[in-house]
């Protein structure tokens, strides 16, 4: 039977009532990898026969009766920037082609406690860096809806395994949308949650005052459950919030009616498409036909937040890449004195991408230019985090378009300022730390468009309430991957 299918709450529902085993769940879903990925290439490494012994254990726990997870036999994948103890977490590099981190990230442990079932890692942006995937330094990720178009970045390999249907969910981590603008092309749910509420501690960092794991599903149900297991005070990680988490599911209600929804007139500017505007204006009548009380604002430090963004996470990206040299872990180069090693090790094993980024970084933290650059564009990030505590003075959440059009096609876009600027819509919410949701609504010339939900701090509720009264009152919030095109 075609499991993969489902959606994750009915599986753990069959699961509940033993009508189906965790180990024919997780042969339904290797087999469509199997029959998929050869196409979709979403994975780097299977986990295939720990996996599977896994679903056997928690079969044999659930026949004699004993507590399980409550994720316990479902089938999931994690981008691999997450360590995992003794399976490969290459970050789609060069660098670290043959790592085996020796401890597990905090939210693989989560995981593992509530008995999902990890099928593997997935392909990305190398060191997330990059908005389509194309930067891996192994493999071209494909868009399931159609094959020759890119699923966005930099967890490309996240969103397209959901998409079709390779996974009931997976991780991602975004930094400047690398959730929600990949779960947008890909028609998938995205969550990047509140700076602080997911563990970081095992996440291999690209800018650490950015960087935020979240997951993806197939609907927003699948999405809470999944934040249940995942949100939470870590002390391995000094930015983790100890604060009082609830229950996400308790958000999923059909009832928007009084809720204030804020439209910030700069997320609608000329680089928005009309198939993305028109969609999204359709999304916002829905809102207020349901009860919400829908108005306009303006974030008039929306057009700073991109150069402030790409100063501060290029200068974080210095710094954090500087402990790849070749000496402890990860590619080596042989040569004959210890500079000579720097310099090649460094050379070989990092992409055109991530070089230019550690080259800007490290121009912008240089003497003389740090005050001109790092410290303005901290400035610049403060003032945008106020644009926002502003905007939430009048309304529960911000609704706009999670990227500016929808897919392309591999190679279509070489610029890279034209490839910077398709988070124009989702950066701005990093820098301020706060919840951000993209959840399917309809299509534009047969690709996926992506709506954005913006939240205050801690608030992810209130995202999952808006998310899942517009997918039980329309049918545009469900999209199926129809695998056109032929990719290269």
């Known amino acids: 039977m075609n499991y993969f299918e489902y959606k994750m709450h009915e599986i753990i529902d069959l699961l509940e009532k033993k009508e189906v085993s965790a180990k024919e769940v997780t042969a339904s879903i290797y087999q469509r990898i199997e029959d998929k990925d050869p196409d979709v290439q979403a994975y780097l490494t299977l986990n295939k026969d720990k996996a599977l012994q896994k679903a056997m254990e928690i079969d044999e726990k659930r026949a004699k009766n004993e507590a399980v ?14 360590s995992t103890m003794d399976l490969l977490t290459t970050c789609s590099s060069e660098m670290l082609y043959n790592y085996l981190p020796p401890y597990d990230a905090t939210v693989v442990k989560k995981l593992n406690d509530a008995d999902a079932v990890l099928l593997g890692k997935l392909n990305m942006d190398e060191f997330a860096m990059g908005s389509s ?23 490309g390999g996240s969103a397209a395994a959901v998409a079709a249907d390779e996974a009931f969910f997976t991780l991602g981590s975004d930094t400047g949308g690398s959730i929600r603008q990949p779960a947008a092309y890909c028609g998938v749910v995205g969550m990047k949650p509140t700076y602080g509420a997911i563990s970081r501690y095992g996440l291999i960092a ?15 149900t699948d999405c809470a459950l999944v934040m249940n297991a995942i949100t939470g005070h870590d002390g391995n990680d000094s930015t983790s919030a100890n604060v009082e988490y609830p229950d996400y599911t308790k958000a999923l209600v059909n009832d928007v009616k009084g809720l204030r929804i804020g439209i910030p007139k700069e997320y609608f500017g000329e680089g928005v498409s009309q198939g993305v505007r028109d969609n999204i204006n359709d999304a916002i009548k829905k809102l207020e036909e349901l009860g919400a009380e829908v108005g306009e604002c303006s974030m008039p430090n929306t057009d700073y937040a991109m150069p402030a963004y790409y100063i501060i996470a290029t200068a974080e990206c210095s710094s954090n890449l500087s402990r790849y040299d070749g000496v402890r872990y990860g590619l080596r180069s042989e ?7 720097f310099c090649k ?8 991408e991530v070089k230019s980024r550690i080259m800007l970084g490290t121009y912008a933290l240089s003497a003389g230019y740090y005050d001109a650059y790092y410290l303005k564009a901290l400035k610049v990030r403060n003032l945008v985090k106020k644009d926002f505590d502003q905007a939430f003075k009048q309304f529960d959440l911000l609704l706009t378009p999670t990227a500016p059009g929808t897919s392309f096609k591999f190679g279509e876009i070489s610029d890279p300022i034209s490839m910077y600027l ?58 199926k991957a129809g695998f056109k095109g032929g990719a290269e």
């Open 422 to 479: 398709l988070d124009v819509c989702t950066i701005p919410v990093n820098l301020a730390g706060l919840p951000g949701m993209s959840i399917p609504y309809g299509t534009s010339e047969g690709m996926p468009v992506g709506l954005q939900l913006i939240g205050k701090p801690f608030d992810e509720s209130t995202l999952l309430r808006v998310a899942y009264t517009l997918e039980k009152n329309t049918d545009k919030t469900i999209l």
């Open 206 to 220: 690209f800018a650490s005052s950015l960087d935020q794991i979240g997951p993806f599903t197939k609907d927003v």
């Open 133 to 155: 995937t194309e930067t891996s330094a192994f493999k071209k990720t494909r868009n399931p809806f159609n094959l020759d178009y890119v699923p966005g970045g930099s967890s």
């Open 335 to 341: 040569e004959n004195s210890l500079m000579e090693m």
């Open 69 to 82: 997870g409550k994720l316990a036999g479902i089938p999931m994948a994690l981008k691999d920037n997450m």
């Open 345 to 352: 090790t460094r050379n070989k094993g990092f992409g055109s």
